[in-house]
């Protein structure tokens, strides 16, 4: 995109942000369905461009294609031995346990991934990002089921638990200081005891850095190792996602109103997002992956995730990332095996987030994943589950060596360079 095109692109973004504001004002119904394309131009500096692509192909014939996808399409069919745990205020959390199969079971498998040798007791508990769900890691749990027991659970307001009580009761936004509370009474709840290795990809990064900060003897006590996939430690109120610098700052002044106000109106901004939808599909590929030849069942089980967060849940949220920073828990995490990983192409948490993580952990492997955005573990989860068993084997729960060769490959360039 040139320069001349991207600061057009920034004055439409910046004049949609303001409508959606004057709209939130007054005229609610009228002004539904700009608020809902609004929304959409503030996340996507090339939004023309997607819709130009999206007009070329019927209407009706993308909605039967979703449909197709949608029933065709095995991801986030999983499911575990399910639980709840409660927050500290109450929330109910929910989480699911795929406990490893005792000796005589998928022995071909296990070989094949960790040698001969069982592995050790080790839990390996999955920290979802913003938008999402615990279905986000679907290859990975795939990868490992069975042959290590695995915890996965959703945020509070996403997925399967319960609308935050704070939020609900008393109007407050989420704090990451909130979510690493939210991550411990999980981890109480379906890990009372022994070893526990740590996943979080974005958001779940953040709340694992959020644990450490909190909860320094559980880190120091019973976490063996940690993986932290396209995740930040700070600094996100820089990030330009992909927008001139103008357009970045016009939107930063108006949208955190602007998200307070729809998040007040939820019902009729729901409604301006559906009839968007192709306009939003469009974007969320965009900002979620950064290969050409994607798996489309692997983009629309993506966008159903981030479609079902609704429009208030994603207001009590946006104010957290600006106010994030655990630069100094990642202390909490010298010495042990460290997993830091990201799509060169992410531009919702940049790799050079990745690259300050590992350089504030020396020990840490650095693995930066060419043709990659920012939902890395969906896009190139054979990559991504190759790092994590190598992680585990670092972390002694299994044989050194141990691989995963090209598991849940979803495009035909993906491969584990």
Same mark, same amino acid.
């Given at each position: 995109m040139s320069e001349s095109s991207g600061e057009a692109v920034a004055d439409v973004a910046a004049a949609a942000v303001a409508s959606a504001a004057e709209a939130a004002a007054g005229g609610w119904r009228r002004a539904t369905g700009i608020a809902g394309v609004a929304l959409g131009v503030v996340a996507a500096g090339a939004a023309a461009g997607v819709a130009l692509e999206r007009l070329t192909v019927g209407r009706g014939i993308r909605r039967r294609a979703r449909l197709v996808l949608d029933a065709a399409g095995p991801y986030g069919a999983l499911r575990g031995t399910p639980g709840t745990a409660y927050a500290e205020d109450g929330t109910e959390?929910?989480?699911e346990v795929d406990d490893a199969e005792p000796e005589g079971g998928p022995a071909a498998r296990r070989r094949r991934l960790f040698g001969r040798k069982a592995p050790a007791p080790v839990t390996v508990v999955f920290c979802h990002g913003y938008c999402l769900n615990q279905d986000s890691w679907h290859f990975q749990r795939a990868a490992l089921r069975g042959l290590? $027991?695995?915890?996965?659970?959703?945020?509070?307001?996403?997925?399967?638990?319960?609308?935050?009580?704070?939020?609900?009761?008393?109007?407050?936004?989420?704090?990451?200081?909130?979510?690493?509370?939210?991550?411990?009474?999980?981890?109480?709840?379906?890990v009372p005891e022994g070893p526990i290795v740590l996943v979080g990809h974005s958001m779940g990064g953040m709340t694992v850095m959020a644990l450490a900060d909190r909860f320094p003897e559980l880190i120091r006590e019973r976490v063996v190792a940690a993986a932290l996939v396209g995740t930040s430690s700070g600094r996100l109120g820089e990030v330009n996602f992909g927008l001139p610098v103008a357009g970045v700052n016009a939107v930063r002044r108006v949208l955190p109103g602007v998200l307070k106000a729809l998040?007040?109106?939820?019902?009729?901004?729901?409604?301006?997002?559906?009839?968007?939808?192709?306009?939003?599909?469009?974007?969320?590929? $965009?900002?979620?992956?950064a290969s050409r030849d994607v798996d489309p069942a692997v983009a629309r089980f993506a966008e159903r995730m981030i479609e079902s967060t609704p429009i208030d849940?994603?207001?009590?949220?946006?104010?957290?990332?600006?106010?994030?920073?655990?630069?100094?828990?990642l202390a909490r995490f010298a010495g042990l095996p460290v997993l830091v990983l990201a799509g060169i192409q992410d531009m919702v948490t940049p790799s050079e987030h990745s690259e300050a993580i590992a350089g504030l952990l020396p020990g840490a492997e650095l693995v930066l994943v060419p043709d990659a955005g920012h939902l890395v573990m969906l896009e190139h989860p054979e990559v991504v589950t190759d790092r994590l068993a190598d992680l585990l084997a670092r972390a002694g729960a299994v044989p050194a060596g141990a691989t995963v060769e090209g598991y849940g490959s979803t495009s035909s360039t993906a491969g584990p360079g």
């Open positions: 959390l929910y989480y290590v $027991r695995t915890v996965h659970w959703d945020q509070r307001s996403h997925g399967r638990s319960g609308r935050g009580v704070a939020q609900v009761r008393d109007g407050a936004p989420v704090t990451i200081d909130e979510l690493g509370g939210d991550l411990k009474a999980v981890l109480d709840a379906a998040g007040q109106r939820a019902e009729l901004v729901e409604k301006g997002r559906r009839a968007t939808a192709d306009l939003f599909a469009g974007i969320i590929k $965009r900002y979620s992956f849940v994603v207001a009590e949220y946006y104010p957290a990332f600006d106010d994030h920073d655990k630069t100094d828990a």
